[in-house]
């Protein structure tokens, strides 16, 4: 198998389950009460597929193969942890041919949605808190960040590379499901 195959096949993995997962829980409000065991935050580090006979976790597909094989940030617009705070989850499979055109749509469309970047009322900015639970994927340190944002946001960049505040982080754990 290719390694352009590979990334395909790991990303669709990751959401696959991640649906199975939600599906699994009909009436749950958020998939951090989807995990096994009372005292669980979710189901992350549930082992919940196996593959060439080893039980794998969500954590272990996303942080021990995809980001340290890959070591690209767009992964985190390819996974979806079902949560309205996520990247949107596409309804087209990863593929060898399409997962790097996927990944820069989902960078594209993430960062300018107000769920990734937008400012409040007093004009602070926020961002997903996506950004500061991986911060070291994207930049060094805030400052970084926003550079990088205002390199992707088409209507913010300007006002993103003449910001100087901090930066506030923001998450929506409520599920993303069709009627939210």
Not at 76 to 87: D, E, T
Not at 132 to 142: G, L, M, P, R
């Amino acid at each position: 198998m290719r390694i352009d195959e590979q990334l395909a096949y790991w990303i669709n993995l990751y959401n696959a389950v991640t649906i199975e997962v939600v599906l699994n829980n009909p009436g749950k409000s958020s998939i951090r009460r989807m995990g096994q065991g009372f005292f669980s935050t979710g189901p992350w580090g549930d082992e919940l597929v196996t593959v060439a006979g080893e039980e794998l976790t969500l954590d272990d597909i996303e942080h021990r193969i995809l980001r340290p094989i890959w070591r690209d940030h767009r992964i985190h617009f390819a996974v979806n942890c079902a949560s309205l705070g996520c990247p949107n989850l596409l309804v087209e499979p990863f593929t060898a041919e399409n997962a790097e055109r996927l990944m820069d749509e989902g960078e594209h469309d993430f960062i300018n949605h107000e769920r990734g970047v937008s400012f409040d009322d007093r004009g602070r900015v926020q961002v997903s808190k996506i950004f500061d639970w991986y911060q070291s994927d994207f930049a060094d340190d805030e400052a970084e960040l926003l550079k990088y944002l205002s390199m992707h946001h088409e209507k913010l960049a300007d006002r993103l590379r003449r910001y100087s505040g901090g930066v506030q982080y923001e998450y929506d754990w409520t599920l993303n499901r069709p009627d939210s």
